[in-house]
């Protein structure tokens, strides 16, 4: 994998791998080096790190569900701020389309059937999980106008919600020394405390 020009941790495809690596750079190299169209090429496997990104979101997800607790729909969102998250939101769906195991928004359009507005268009959404007994009734927490936080799961699209626990991964190739993926977290965009190598806990072993 390989990483070059300036600065842009928060648009690449792999935050935590990018930011490590630049800030690694700016140590040994000064704040201006990548500046200058320094290329770095990593030991690091493309296909393996969005593999290592996907199994982090899908675990994390996974648990999450597992607990069976919803805590409702996202508040304290004004109508303007609502309106250009779907927009943006609109235009990511566009280019890279639905991706398993992402948090994506929706805005409750219906609650029998349960639909929402995921600014592209309006699509049937599930909450299995979240009743996992068949008790929950989707009215009781939420109301048309709500924005919530949906996910792609093997259950199709269903309602979600961002993670309480956070994780971390790195997977090493011992014979070469070599690190082949690093995910420091479930989502750059909410936290960029990378807990692969800032955290107190190191990863386990597996």
Not at 9 to 14: L, R, Y
Not at 107 to 124: E, I, N, W, Y
Request: positive net charge.
């Amino acid at each position: 994998l390989r990483i070059q020009g300036k600065s842009v941790s928060k648009f690449s495809e792999h935050p935590y791998l990018t930011d490590y690596v630049e800030e690694i750079v700016k140590d040994k190299l000064g704040d201006n080096a990548l500046e200058k169209g320094l290329v770095i090429q990593t030991s690091v496997d493309a296909r393996l790190q969005r593999r290592a990104e996907f199994a982090m979101r899908k675990g994390l997800i996974e648990l999450e569900m597992r607990q069976g607790k919803y805590y409702g729909p996202v508040r304290g969102l004004s109508e303007r701020q609502r309106t250009a998250v779907l927009a943006l939101q609109r235009n990511q769906l566009s280019w890279k389309g639905i991706k398993p195991y992402e948090l994506y928004w929706g805005k409750l359009v219906s609650l029998s059937p349960l639909r929402a507005d995921m600014g592209d268009q309006v699509r049937d959404i599930g909450c299995k999980w979240v009743a996992p007994r068949g008790g929950w009734n989707p009215g009781s927490q939420l109301n048309v106008g709500d924005m919530v936080r949906l996910a792609y799961t093997n259950e199709g699209l269903i309602i979600s919600q961002e993670p309480k626990v956070q994780g971390a991964l790195v997977a090493f190739d011992l014979k070469r020394g070599r690190v082949l993926s690093m995910v420091g977290g479930f989502d750059y965009t909410g936290s960029q405390f990378n807990r692969a190598v800032k955290a107190k806990r190191q990863c386990g072993s597996a």
